[in-house]
């Protein structure tokens, strides 16, 4: 077994290969055998995992899996070795690529002289006749047993949503199968030049008379014919029964393919059917492109991104629904969303009783929302380091006894008088930074700031704005809120503009991010600096905040990026984010600043530095390493309470700029709903930050070990 399964007693895997993807990033091939009871035979398949599902601590099922099967007379390794491209288009994505055999093999296996029968000729049906039906069940194989198996022994890879597409034979097993399986069981289908009728061409009409005792009729009845199957929907649609089940099927075909001239692929009679039926059909032709492997090269890419468009969504309904279901059926509370409404409802909560000292989980009591207040559950919380600044002593405002966490995805459970903003049901980010949208505030009307100052006094007093706390304790003495949020909770109340609304459809454990880190970084770059196409970048410390200013900063088109850190394990993730140069500062025999004036490119300094630390000689020498006459340094970490910046004024007067910034200068009810758009069509991948998840409020402890670690980036708890 190797390292790409799960529990490794079903499968062995023969081969592991990396594959470049797209930039630095890597994802992993994978040839693995096991026994197949639905063939009786070894059987052996192809696994492509994007990077995406080593940096998963724990379940990948929200990788959503693409299924390519393959033509005449191939086996798993010609994919993968002939339209390699489809990879680095996987990684991009995030998805799996899951590459079957065509047939069982062996010895004991029938086989066939003639290239499109028997071994490599499978066809995707379950054999009726023998010799062929003891072994050839290769419909049963794709459609059921490998899914399950994937799912087993890959941490739950395409469990959430999988995909289908193949080429020749094996675009007619993937047509067959998109079409008769039950509905939901494949997102989407796509094939490149497919046997679109093999009941009326001749290699159809030649296997399905060899493999089912009935011939060619009994491919009709079974469903092994796609354009047969269209034909039989419309019957079912006049007879009231369910209509067609997909918003586009893709069909790429070469007009300089032989067999088509031949009369074996037949997409005019697909065509027709799916005319005949509703069912939106995309057929694209293209001029001087053959049957062969060079034709599925050239527009896999096409294929791997129509596949991930839906894909991406339907994880994402499913995901909500899962979060739904469980916050409204009370899995935490015994109640639904309509019978807590307006009443206290009792709940876990990780209790910070006191600085230095290990959370406590107690059973709190959280009180209705008041006049511009809602109520939450939580459903996923991330943790930052602000967090355990505020839990080790070093944060003036701290306050004990409170309930700490501030980056989280959340359900509204219910709402207080006068909020119309959001509604239960709702999906929301709690932001630590409010914004009240009042013409009257000065801030919120103005692009340069996000600073809303509605209810920052109360916010930092640890109350609510009311002035009174909405957490009890079972002796009923009240605990203290933070940062607005209080995540570390099951419930939690927030004021109505600290909440962003976002799509129901984003997952709540990855959405979760946006709520302080992942964006602070990003805005950093993309707001308060403005990093533009060819500057030059220098960030310090490499933890979430600056790993997203590396992204960020690659993203706006910097053309170099030197990434700074003491722990030299961070920088493959800074390379793959983007980081064109690493340095260990503690290893050099200088200052930092000095270094980087010395490095090759930049002689004045570089154009945008950041400090991502909280140290203050940290930012002083990210100051003092911006470029003489224009540089900006950006401070993002937050210094331990007493602590003072210092430079000599000459660095400022030579035209440095220092500046900082709160939350990357996002606007939260307005930006972060952006934010997670982006995300969910794939432009911003996020899921890179999180390497380690823990299941229950209970496990928040062990997530802050993790983070103590040096190897954490985000703890993701779910609740």
């Known amino acids: 077994s190797g390292s790409g399964s799960g529990s490794g007693s079903n499968v062995e895997v023969l081969s592991e290969v990396s594959v470049s993807g797209t930039g630095s990033k890597k994802g992993t091939l994978l040839r693995v055998r096991h026994m197949s009871t639905s063939t009786s035979t070894p059987m052996t398949f192809a696994l492509f995992l994007p990077s995406a599902y080593a940096l998963s601590s724990s379940s990948a099922s929200s990788i959503p899996a693409l299924y390519w099967l393959s033509g005449l007379t191939c086996d798993d390794t010609n994919f993968s070795t002939k339209a390699s491209a489809a990879f680095a288009a996987a990684e991009r994505e995030g998805l799996a690529i899951v590459i079957p055999d065509t047939s069982p093999r062996g010895d004991a296996v029938p086989d066939d ?104 009729e009994d491919g009709k009845a079974a469903g092994y014919d796609a354009t047969v199957l269209l034909r039989q929907r419309q019957q079912q649609q006049q007879g009231g029964g369910p209509r067609a089940e997909y918003d586009d099927i893709l069909i790429d075909q070469g007009l300089a393919d032989q067999f088509l001239a031949e009369g074996q692929l037949l997409p005019e009679n697909l065509e027709a059917a799916a005319a005949e039926v509703g069912q939106t059909l995309t057929v694209r032709r293209h001029e001087k492109y053959d049957h062969s492997y060079y034709f599925i090269a050239a527009f896999i890419g096409d294929h791997v991104a129509f596949h991930s468009k839906r894909l991406r969504k339907a994880v994402g309904k499913k995901r909500a629904a899962e979060a739904e279901a469980k916050a409204e059926a009370g899995a935490l509370v015994g109640a639904s969303f309509s019978e807590t409404a307006g009443k206290p409802i009792k709940c876990r909560a990780m209790v910070a009783r006191a600085p230095k000292q290990p959370m406590v989980c107690e059973e709190i009591t959280v009180d ?213 140069d690493c340095v260990d500062s503690s290893k050099l025999d200088k200052p930092v600043q000095q270094h980087i004036v010395g490095m090759n490119g930049f002689l004045w300094g570089a154009d945008y530095t950041f400090d991502c630390t909280g140290n203050v000689k940290v930012m002083r020498a990210a100051l003092e390493c911006a470029h003489r006459g224009w540089g900006v340094s950006c401070v993002i970490g937050v210094a331990a309470s007493g602590h003072e910046i210092s430079t000599r004024p000459f660095q400022l007067v030579t035209g440095r700029v220092w500046k900082g910034t709160a939350f990357g200068g996002f606007k939260t009810r307005t930006d972060v709903p952006k934010l997670v758009e982006r995300m969910m069509s794939g432009e911003l991948p996020i899921d890179h930050f999180i390497t380690h998840r823990f299941e229950g409020v209970d496990k928040t402890n062990e997530a802050v070990e993790a983070l103590h670690s040096g190897e954490c980036l985000r703890a993701v708890v779910e609740y």
């Open 113 to 216: 002289g003639a290239y499109d029968l028997g071994q490599g000729a499978g066809f995707y049906v379950d054999a009726t006749a023998e010799p062929w039906s003891a072994h050839y069940r290769m419909r049963t194989y794709v459609s059921e047993e490998l899914p399950a198996l994937i799912h087993s022994e890959f941490r739950g890879v395409g469990s959430a949503a999988k995909s289908i597409c193949g080429h020749s034979m094996g675009g007619h097993g993937a047509l067959t199968l998109a079409l008769s399986d039950p509905a939901g069981s494949w997102t989407s289908v796509s094939a490149l030049a497919p046997i679109c009728n093999p009941t009326e061409c001749p290699w159809g009409r030649k296997a399905f008379g060899a493999y089912l005792t009935g011939g060619v």
């Open 368 to 580: 209705p929302p008041k006049a511009g207040e809602v109520r939450v559950a939580v459903v996923a919380n991330a943790l930052c380091h602000t967090d355990i600044y505020t839990l080790d002593g070093f944060d003036p405002e701290g306050l004990f006894p409170s309930i700490l966490g501030h980056e989280a995805g959340a359900i509204v459970e219910s709402v207080g008088p006068g909020v119309t903003s959001v509604a239960p049901g709702d999906h929301v980010v709690p932001g630590y930074t409010p914004q009240c949208s009042l013409p009257s505030c000065v801030f919120c009307m103005s692009p340069k700031t996000n600073l809303c100052p509605a209810i920052r006094s109360t916010q930092g007093r640890g109350v609510m704005p009311d002035g009174t706390t909405r957490f009890k304790d079972k002796d009923g003495n009240p605990i203290y809120h933070f940062m607005g949020c209080s995540s570390f909770s099951e419930y939690t109340v927030l004021a109505e503009i600290s909440c962003a609304k976002i799509s129901k459809e984003a997952p709540l454990e990855k959405a979760c991010l946006f709520g302080c880190g992942v964006s602070t970084g990003l805005g950093a770059v993309w707001n308060t600096c403005g990093v533009e196409t060819g500057a030059t970048v220098a960030v310090f410390g490499l933890g979430a905040v600056g790993l997203s200013v590396i992204q960020g900063a690659k993203y706006a088109g910097a053309s170099r990026i030197i990434a700074v850190d003491i722990n030299k394990g961070k920088f493959d993730m800074a390379r793959k984010l983007g980081a064109t």
